[in-house]
DNA sequence: AATCTCTATGCAAACGTTTGCACAAAAAGA
DNA sequence: TCTTTTTGTGCAAACGTTTGCATAGAGATT
């Protein structure tokens, strides 16, 4: 059971060459005679040789690990990310490290502490829905970690930024349900702190305020996090109050999924009484009857550009200096069956 | 721009003493004066000196890179497998690297060709749904790397392994079925080279013969995956037959989610005409109208456990010889409304 | 004063690989 | 035959840290 790995110096010894020699054997060094390097390789090959990488990378001070800070991945859209991420990054040498901050601030904080102590080669960060302070992130940034944050926007932060145009996928939704006759339109939101929630609403808002409808404060309701649960109460609220909407904009599917299940239990016929429509289109809101109307978000893609970016910066020269990206995905309206036809 | 991390040389030369006292100082080496230790110690904070990782790793020739290989990270099963495993193995000082292998045996086995590569400290592994070939596993044991593997079984490899009892799980909820009045029961299995799936599928067929059903053919589909779309042809080709079942009991949720919206599209009452269960228990199971009765999984326990027998084995002396964990977690039948009532 | 025992620190090797420079041997040119 | 060029290989340093062993200097014991 000993771990004794194959050393180039093993192969050294046994061929009565320098460790020097073996190297550039089988880096297929130019000045080698080709017998020598035949020689090397073929002993390589027989005693199952495989380069120090711990030695490599020590030798050349990098390290080919990229972190990956997201919230949760238990939900689609953050583990479609992931995948994202995980295929350009796998395909370009690089070891992807994920860390989950469980949406906690405390959380992404301590781990931001612990990458620093590690060598990194870049981080990609989607920040946590209780952070609104980025000093952590500032100070990844200078520790001259490559850094692209994604999804969710860190105002004031001078940094890649892959988003999505959560602002007009939200306004178009709304404007749909308008186009489609309804009037009371109310809207189930998250943490006020989260770009993505803030956009949405503005959108939301925009979208009224074009129409000449009006804004009713009570059609605003912070659900107190992203799963189904806390979609249940903000939408008996809503239904049980005596102005019931005739709409629903849920910031997420999960929301909007469980206000359609709260609707139906009250009797709503959605979406002749109720519409609703959510946002992030994952695959099963297809699946429920009806099927949930939805705002779509190119995630995968995010991913990819995000780690694409991500290796630009990590790539360029020393002497080069630093272009930031500011990406904006478009996302697309999905019509099924709780909302109207127009 | 310039990366220049401060080292132990640094900080030995600003204060004239030697490395090895720099690094003693920093381990708090009984040996050293108090104030020396305090002097460097200060410096050290002062100038914000970081161990290098890489030149740690190297000298002890040690890895605390835990490489996990799972087939799809977008479900809710295995990111939460995920999620349980990196809860253990961050608080213990290891960081994960996921590999995705997509259900693909190619790509897994080409991921184990590049961790062998790479230094790693141990492996997880949930082989993907086209694996019977297990020769790339033995051969991660061969090189001496710790393994886990968990979920689904390989079936002749002898390893730590981490399952849950699939078997008895199917068998509950057929038997439920039966109880509840169901006579015909057809069975939406997968890829039968899969333990999972086969587990699944015996206990289906042995609660029926325990019960003295017949076991018809024709009940037992294999979808062509695990995603939802996958349950469409086979609830058609069930429901448009000549003899239609009154019970369907799906490998997966998402099929079973399928199922039901078929069942609902042909007109189908669920459960009156037809029962339906599935198993995983997804969080938006519930959601369906009716909520989808199932079979639940300890998933986040299993990926909690799976990490921390791998722990053990990655922390065991040399002279300690192996002993083979091979662990089973019991399943939970959860009744809601896709199924009948006792 | 000579020897012994601590105490605190330094030296140097080791981990595996790469690479600039040196240099021997062979080949080419004079 | 002597010099110059080319070709192929080796030497040694470097990357940052730890650690067994050596040792200088101080204090204690004779």
Redesign the pocket.
């Known amino acids: 059971m000993k771990r004794t790995?194959v050393?180039?110096?093993d192969i050294a010894k046994e061929l009565?060459?320098?460790?020097?020699?073996v190297?550039?054997a089988?880096?297929d060094?130019p000045?080698?005679?080709q017998?020598?390097k035949d020689a090397v390789r073929e002993l390589a090959e027989k005693l199952n040789?495989r380069?120090?990488t711990m030695?490599?990378n020590?030798?050349k001070?990098t390290s080919t690990t990229i972190a990956i800070i997201v919230p949760d991945i238990t939900g689609y859209f953050f583990s479609a990310a992931v995948t994202g991420i995980q295929d350009i990054l796998v395909s370009s040498g690089y070891n992807i490290m994920i860390c989950i901050s469980n949406e906690s601030y405390e959380e992404e904080s301590r781990i931001v502490e612990k990458l620093s102590k590690v060598q990194i080669a870049g981080i990609l960060v989607a920040p946590s829905s209780t952070t609104f302070n980025f000093d952590h992130i500032k100070k990844i940034q200078r520790n001259n970690i490559p850094l692209v944050i994604f999804d969710r926007d860190c105002e004031g932060v001078d940094a890649h930024k892959v988003l999505v145009d959560d602002y007009s996928g939200a306004f178009e939704a709304v404007e749909y349900l308008i186009k489609t006759g309804c009037k009371k339109i109310a809207h189930i939101t998250g943490a006020s702190d989260l770009s993505t929630n803030n956009h949405r609403l503005q959108g939301y808002l925009d979208a009224l305020k074009k129409n000449n409808l009006p804004i009713l404060d009570k059609y605003i309701i912070y659900a107190q996090g992203f799963t189904h649960e806390h979609g249940i109460k903000p939408t008996e609220s809503l239904l049980k109050s005596n102005n019931v909407p005739d709409a629903i904009f849920a910031v997420n599917d999960r929301l909007a999924v469980s206000a359609m299940r709260t609707a139906k239990k009250l009797n709503f016929r959605i979406p002749e009484d109720i519409s609703i429509i959510g946002f992030d289109d994952e695959p099963h809101s297809t699946y429920f009857t009806p099927a949930l109307s939805t705002v779509w978000q190119p995630v995968y893609s995010m991913g990819m550009l995000s780690a694409r970016i991500l290796l630009g910066d990590i790539k360029r020269k020393e002497d080069e200096n630093l272009q930031l990206r500011y990406e904006v995905f478009k996302t697309e309206l999905v019509i099924r069956g709780t909302s109207k036809k127009l």
């Open positions: 790995r050393t180039i110096k009565n060459v320098s460790a020097s020699t190297s550039r089988l880096q060094h000045a080698l005679k017998q020598t040789y380069p120090n030695a490599l020590f030798l001070q």
